[in-house]
């Protein structure tokens, strides 16, 4: 019999894991360009995904790689770099806030693109969402008038491409194993990530003796290696053992670990902000809590 308490232990784990993200890539910035951080952090999550899953690409339908290129793409590829570029001006308790609106956009998505119907509760709990988002952004942009919090853009772009993903995961990938989506997606992304990376000044001799650069590959490999490549792992055994909406709660628990990290870290973040945060979060709840006749479904 299966433990029952292991799903808690995964969610818990992986929520760590991912609110630990934020303050990786603030360090990682400290040494590098957003540029070299979002290209390293795919080269070295598609070097162990590609060694793990490599096999797994031949049982992928011919039909299917289009929808892999594009899923790598706007769920990996440019977000990894959007991240990256927000944090060059906004704290990065912010960031894993406005991460927060994920679920949201994937029932937005889900309506005007997929035709995916929804109830009155989802659409009251996009629209506390996005009135938390607005509060915590103006506010954010007042309290740190040095910060440009144009760049709040960036995650809410990015936020918007992972709800693209999942509904393209949902509908066209969905007989494909996690593995081989993982593997698939980086096999195309890793080639432009080299690209990108040699056209930047990183393999300059003297920024591979810089001590900043190295304490920054240090928290980039630690980001690549646990946020992306055994987060994905994670998450994948966190679905299969439980439910995608079990799993979505992962939303609600990364922000107070980002806030944690962010503080120890100096950054400010006050009361109207976490009154935001907070307006987000139960937006996000409202929007997944299942109604009676869900619950009812197999």
Not at 164 to 169: F, H, K, L, P, T
Not at 231 to 249: C, E, G, N, R
Request: hydrophobic share 55%.
């Amino acid at each position: 019999m299966k433990n029952p308490n292991l799903k808690w232990i995964y969610l818990i784990t992986l929520s760590i894991i991912w609110g630990s993200s934020f303050i990786l890539i603030k360090k990682s910035l400290l040494g590098l360009t957003a540029y070299q951080l979002g290209a390293l952090r795919t080269i070295i999550t598609g070097l162990i995904l590609l060694t793990f899953g490599f096999k797994k690409l031949k049982t992928i339908p011919t039909d299917k790689w289009k929808w892999l290129l594009l899923s790598g793409l706007i769920g990996s590829f440019i977000p990894a770099f959007f991240f990256a570029i927000a944090e060059t001006e906004i704290d990065s308790v912010v960031v894993s806030v406005l991460n927060s609106l994920v679920p949201l956009n994937t029932i937005l998505l889900g309506v005007a693109v997929f035709k995916i119907t929804s109830t009155k509760k989802q659409v009251l709990g996009v629209i506390v969402g996005f009135v938390g988002t607005s509060i915590l952004i103006l506010k954010g942009a007042k309290l740190n008038p040095n910060q440009n919090y144009l760049y709040a853009g960036y995650v809410i772009a990015s936020t918007i491409m992972y709800a693209a993903n999942v509904n393209i995961i949902k509908r066209h990938l969905q007989e494909i194993k996690p593995l081989a989506i993982a593997a698939g997606n980086y096999a195309f992304i890793i080639l432009p990530a080299i690209l990108i990376l040699c056209f930047t000044d990183f393999f300059n001799i003297e920024n591979l003796t810089d001590s900043k650069v190295l304490n920054a590959l240090f928290y980039v490999t630690i980001l690549a290696v646990f946020g992306t490549a055994i987060a994905k792992i994670l998450y994948f055994k966190l679905v299969q053992m439980s439910t995608p909406v079990f799993a979505s709660s992962v939303t609600y628990i990364m922000p107070i670990v980002a806030l944690i990290w962010g503080i120890l870290d100096g950054e400010s973040f006050e009361y109207i902000q976490g009154f935001a945060a907070l307006l987000i979060l139960v937006g996000v709840y409202l929007a997944h809590k299942p109604t009676p006749s869900n619950k009812l479904k197999k």
